[in-house]
Nanobody, 123 residues
Framework: QVHLVESGGGSVQAGGSLRLSCAAS????????LAWFRQPPRKEREGVAA??????YYSDSAKGRFTISQDSAKNIVYLQMNSLKPEDTAMYYC??????????????????WGQGTQVTVSS
C-alpha cells in the first residue's frame, strides 16, 4: 500500500514562496504519475501540477510560477511555489497513480492521496 505525506505548507504574504514536499512510501511502488492538487474553501479540487517521467504538466494558473520536481531516489515530490497570490490559498494534496499523464488534472485518475497541507497567502 502506498502512503503519501505532505509537508511545507504555511502562511506567507503575497509575492512570497513556499516549497511543498510529498514523501511517498510503499512496497509496490508509488506510481508513475505524481501530482499536486489544491482545494480552496468551498470549491472543487483542482489539478495544479503533475510529473510523469521527464514530463511535467501545469495548470494555467501555475505556469511560470510553480515547479514540480521529483527525487526518485528518496521518493519525494516537490512543488516549488513562487510569486504566490491570495488566490493560491487552499489545501494542497499530493496524489499518485499508475496511469498516463494525459488526464493528470482529473482527481478521479488518482487512487492514492495524502492528508493535505494548508497554504495561506495574505495580501
Amino acid at each position: 500500500q502506498v502512503h503519501l505525506v505532505e509537508s511545507g505548507g504555511g502562511s506567507v504574504q503575497a509575492g512570497g514562496s513556499l516549497r511543498l514536499s510529498c514523501a511517498a512510501s510503499g512496497k509496490t511502488g508509488i506510481g508513475n504519475l505524481l501530482a499536486w492538487f489544491r482545494q480552496p474553501p468551498r470549491k472543487e479540487r483542482e489539478g495544479v501540477a503533475a510529473i510523469y517521467g521527464s514530463t511535467s504538466y501545469y495548470s494555467d494558473s501555475a505556469k511560470g510560477r510553480f515547479t514540480i520536481s521529483q527525487d526518485s531516489a528518496k521518493n519525494i515530490v516537490y512543488l516549488q511555489m513562487n510569486s504566490l497570490k491570495p488566490e493560491d490559498t487552499a489545501m494542497y494534496y499530493c496524489a499518485a497513480a499508475w496511469t498516463g499523464g494525459g488526464a493528470w488534472y482529473l482527481p478521479r485518475q488518482f487512487g492514492v492521496w495524502g492528508q493535505g497541507t494548508q497554504v495561506t497567502v495574505s495580501s
